[in-house]
């Protein structure tokens, strides 16, 4: 799924200006379903995996069950041939990642050169939202040159930004990036050990930045709601359905998110 993301300059109130569309960003966070089998014997799940692996795959578990995935495996799947190819053509396809070169650039951007969270905070400067406040936002995009969606979206800025400063959807940049590792070694594209110290890494990162689950998952979905261009409080949306399989998983009596935020990641592997 491809989505472009929104250049709107919000100017005074005295002045709004409506929107115009940059090209259309190619990554995503699905992989293609597969029903193939394998004739390579599968890894099956580790019904002894370590606390550390289950809070790694914590970390992007809403993708993982979106995509019918098990939240008790790495990236969701058993590592085999016919899992590898369908990771690389995903990988190709959404991310534009090739091989072990292409796979570090990402996992850069992600991480490093803060990728979407970048972004939303060159938005919010450019728009100087800043200089509102919520109700004065509310007011000046009720201009009829701005549509709901436009709302949803610039609000979805202001709102990350107010909540967690300069790290305002870090935590969907994060996420993804726990993703990606994971990926990577399903895709042949990192040893495990290379994709298990890159999560390892991610994790304690994630774990300075934020206090609890809950307080991820509120920056990752400021971060899903701001990507997908949709609105979270309409229940036909994705990022309400991706809400909701969070609320789900942490409702199950035996729920990966029972792992304590703070739990001392190690390396196990």
Not at 96 to 114: I, M, P, Q
Not at 237 to 262: H, M
Request: net charge negative; charged share 25%; glycine share 4%.
């Amino acid at each position: 799924m491809k989505k472009r993301l929104l250049t709107l300059a919000l100017v005074t109130v005295l002045a709004l200006t409506g929107c115009s569309s940059t090209p259309a960003k190619k990554d995503t966070d699905s992989t293609p379903a597969t029903t193939t089998d394998d004739s390579k014997e599968a890894e099956t799940a580790d019904k002894s995996i370590s606390d550390t692996l289950l809070w790694f795959n914590a970390t992007y578990a809403l993708i993982t069950s979106r995509n019918g995935g098990d939240i008790n495996l790495v990236g969701g799947y058993a590592a085999n041939d016919s899992i590898a190819k369908m990771m690389q053509q995903g990988l190709e396809n959404s991310w534009s990642v090739t091989d072990r070169a292409t796979a570090d650039e990402k996992l850069k951007w992600l991480t490093e050169e803060n990728g979407h969270n970048a972004e939303l905070l060159e938005l919010y400067n450019q728009n100087e939202l800043s200089t509102y406040s919520r109700d004065e936002l509310v007011a000046a995009l009720t201009d009829e040159s701005y549509t709901d969606e436009d709302r949803a979206f610039f609000l979805g800025i202001f709102d990350a930004v107010e909540k967690y400063g300069d790290n305002a959807i870090k935590a969907w940049d994060l996420s993804r990036a726990m993703q990606l590792s994971s990926w990577y070694y399903l895709a042949g594209y990192y040893t495990y050990e290379e994709a298990m110290d890159a999560s390892l890494t991610i994790a304690q990162e994630l774990q300075k930045v934020y206090t609890s689950w809950d307080d991820m998952m509120e920056s990752y979905l400021f971060g899903f709601q701001y990507w997908n261009e949709d609105d979270i409080t309409d229940e036909t949306s994705e990022s309400y359905a991706r809400a909701q399989i969070y609320q789900e998983l942490k409702a199950q009596s035996d729920s990966i998110y029972s792992l304590d935020w703070n739990l001392s990641l190690s390396k196990e592997w």
